[in-house]
């Protein structure tokens, strides 16, 4: 089956943009998590969603959103981005309680100049 | 606080030998447990994950791991390391009540000297 998709793989934008992440889950899987990966604070959680619902929210400043469609399709948008912005940003799927693990997809390098 | 600690940043094993990534947890409950590897550039691949039940646990690529509540630790072990299997890896917990959120650990770098 195929896996968990991600768009775009990389992204250059200017301090002060807005920017909007794909994410398309297993076929099937319903809860989409985002995180944020950098040399210095490592993996973090940022939100949770399951059917079109955010179950989950970690503790990042309200420029991140995020919203799942009917499709369990997500985006992730971090506005108005500062220079600390740049990571890469994973997402990965699950079934309902994530019994199966979490698939991730290959991520999206953002770079903010 | 609750956290997940790999205490090894960095360990490097000749090929051949065996290798021991610990992973630490402080939770009230039992969360569920995980060990993914990434190698650079990439996503994280999952290697094994625990539940309940047996706390021997195996995984893919000869991977094993084994969940011990009185130590609240989960350590991620393979009889013989193969170069290919240079990479990060990562222990992971989902909290009790907290379906869908992952807490990482920091992570531990494996180099593998031929």
């Known amino acids: 089956k195929a896996g968990v998709t991600q768009t775009p793989r990389y992204l250059i934008k200017t301090r002060g943009q807005q920017v909007t992440l794909s994410c398309s889950p297993i076929?099937?899987?319903?809860?989409v998590s985002w995180y944020q990966q950098t040399p210095g604070q490592g993996l973090q959680f940022l939100f949770e969603?399951?059917?079109?619902?955010?179950?989950n929210k970690g503790n990042f400043p309200g420029r991140f959103s995020g919203r799942q469609f009917s499709n369990s399709r997500s985006e992730m948008n971090v506005s108005t981005l500062e220079l600390g912005d740049s990571a890469l940003y994973l997402c990965?799927?699950?079934?309902?309680?994530?019994?199966?693990?979490?698939?991730f997809g290959s991520g999206t390098r953002l770079t903010v100049v | 606080a609750q956290s997940v600690t790999q205490p090894d940043i960095h360990i490097t094993v000749s090929e051949g030998a065996s290798l021991e990534l610990r992973c630490n947890y402080s939770y009230g409950a039992t969360p569920y447990l995980f060990w993914y590897v990434q190698s650079p550039g990439q996503g994280l691949q999952l290697l094994l994950k625990y539940f309940s039940g047996d706390t021997l646990v195996q995984g893919i690529k000869g991977f094993e791991a084994e969940f011990k509540r009185s130590q609240s630790s989960f350590n991620l072990r393979k009889p013989s390391v193969h170069w290919s299997d240079a990479a990060e890896y990562f222990c992971?917990?989902?909290?009790?009540?907290?379906?869908?959120?992952?807490?990482f650990g920091q992570g531990t770098t494996l180099q593998v000297k031929p």
């Open positions: 969603y399951f059917s079109e619902t955010q179950r």
């Open positions: 076929s099937g899987h319903r809860s």
């Open positions: 990965a799927s699950s079934l309902a309680e994530g019994l199966d693990g979490y698939t």
């Open positions: 992971a917990v989902v909290p009790s009540g907290n379906t869908g959120k992952l807490i």
